[in-house]
Every structure is written in structure tokens, then in C-alpha cells.
């Protein structure tokens, strides 16, 4: 590479750094950039969204199925001991029929939740 090569190569991509510049001065004083809300931005705290808004709001199907796995760890847990202190077998069917229909019920849920 000649040195006039070398010199027309580093012109211009001090331009095309010009540009970017320009490009982020511009961005910078439309307002969006001081509009954009940085959250780990140390500053004023943002209004806290109302109850039951926002991203993080827990639904009612998010509440159902944490009852569901509780049901169905529950359950699980009641049979084996059951089954440790040599109880009955109708209770060991009981217990493992409310477990079945829990499991069940999240996995219908779940491929329900696919379409």
C-alpha cells in the first residue's frame, strides 16, 4: 500500500466516523434519546405502575399453575409417606389420583398454552 493509499484509506474513515457522530449528535438532540428510560440508571426514581399493571404482574393462570405444581409436589410427598408407614390402599389410591389429575391438568394446560 503507497502511502497515498494509506492516506485516502485513514480520509475516509475519519468521514465515515464524522458521519456516526453526526448520526448520534443528531439522535441525541431529536429528544428520543432523552426521552428513552434507562432502568439502571442511577437518578429519579420512574412512577411505579398501578396494581395488576405492567410487566410484572402476576396473571391468574401464573397463580394456577404454581397451585397446580404445589398439588401435584404435595401429593407426591403424602403417598411416599404413606407408603413408608404401611397405611391403607385407599389412601395411597387417593393420593395418587389427586396427583394424576394435578399433572394432568398442566399438561393440558401447557399444550393448550402452545396454540
Do not use: I, K
Not at 492516506?7 to 474513515?13: A, F, I, L, T, V
Not at 468521514?15 to 440508571?41: I, K, S, V
Not at 403424602?78 to 385407599?90: I, Q, R, T, V, Y
Amino acid at each position: 500500500m503507497t502511502y497515498q493509499d494509506h492516506r485516502e484509506h485513514r480520509d475516509q474513515q475519519e468521514y465515515r466516523g464524522d458521519q456516526e457522530h453526526r448520526g448520534l449528535q443528531e439522535y441525541r438532540d431529536h429528544g428520543a434519546y432523552r426521552d428513552h428510560q434507562d432502568p439502571y440508571r442511577l437518578g429519579t426514581p420512574q412512577a411505579a405502575p398501578a396494581p395488576g399493571d405492567g410487566p410484572g404482574a402476576v396473571s391468574r393462570g401464573d397463580v394456577l399453575r404454581t397451585l397446580l405444581w404445589a398439588v401435584v409436589v404435595l401429593s407426591a410427598v403424602a403417598n411416599m409417606a404413606l407408603s413408608f408407614a404401611g397405611a391403607a390402599a385407599p389412601l395411597h389410591l387417593a393420593t395418587g389420583v389427586v396427583t394424576v389429575l394435578a399433572a394432568g391438568t398442566l399438561v393440558v394446560r401447557a399444550l393448550r398454552g402452545r396454540r
